[in-house]
């Protein structure tokens, strides 16, 4: 099997970021690997993780590069020099251009903290608690025009408990997308390597 060069777009606390990375170091993810990170928010903790464990590391405010468009054209460069071929959606909290759509249909995921496509968009932790529901949990999907909406690819269920707060129950969504995650790109570099 040929190996599978990776991006990861993260713009946040990173703890997916890191949980990939670890994962890969197990030897959890292979034929994939890491090979760039990409973000928009470049004092994140993701990107501080990135530089720390030295992967490459793109990362660049839109307003900084000139606009959306310009930076969505810096970074498919980034992610050709790269030999990208799975782009990897863990915390980016921005919608994805056409541009980069186009270039790499069917090979982009992302990871939501929802069962989609309940609770599509931002806060999705915070809107299933307000709702009280009795269950929400995560989900990757293929990544389409569509916010929050591309093909699911799998999903995993988290129960919200009577005495739960919005912290434990964002801790056991992170349990749940740090489980789900590394298995779904595993999955998916070892049918498209
Ligand atoms: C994750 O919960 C991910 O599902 C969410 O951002 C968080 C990033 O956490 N993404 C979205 O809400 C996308 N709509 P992390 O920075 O600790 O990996």
Redesign the pocket.
């Known amino acids: 099997m040929s190996a599978v060069s990776i991006a990861v777009f993260?713009s946040?606390?990173?703890?997916?970021?890191r949980n990939l990375y670890a994962a890969q170091q197990a030897g959890e993810i292979a034929p994939g690997y890491l090979s760039l990170v990409i973000s928009d928010k470049p004092e994140s903790k993701?990107v501080a993780f990135a530089r720390e464990v030295g992967l490459p590391v793109f990362a660049i405010d839109h307003k900084d590069a000139g606009g959306r468009s310009v930076w969505e054209r810096m970074v498919i460069r980034e992610l050709h020099k790269h030999h990208v071929t799975l782009v990897v959606?863990?915390?980016?909290?921005r919608l994805v251009g056409l541009a980069l759509l186009e270039t790499y249909q069917g090979r982009i995921i992302?990871?939501?903290?929802s069962l989609l496509p309940a609770f599509k968009?931002?806060d999705?932790i915070g809107q299933a608690f307000e709702a009280k529901v009795a269950e929400t949990g995560?989900s990757v999907h293929y990544v389409t025009a569509d916010l929050?909406g591309g093909p699911l690819i799998a999903q995993k269920r988290v129960a919200i408990l009577s005495e739960d707060t919005i912290e434990t129950l964002t801790h056991r969504?992170?349990e749940a997308?740090h489980e789900i995650l590394p298995k779904v790109v595993r999955m998916l570099c070892q049918i498209h390597p």
């Open positions: 993260a946040g606390t990173g703890s997916n970021l993701a959606l863990a915390g980016y909290m992302n990871l939501h903290p968009g931002l999705a995560v929050d969504i992170h997308e």
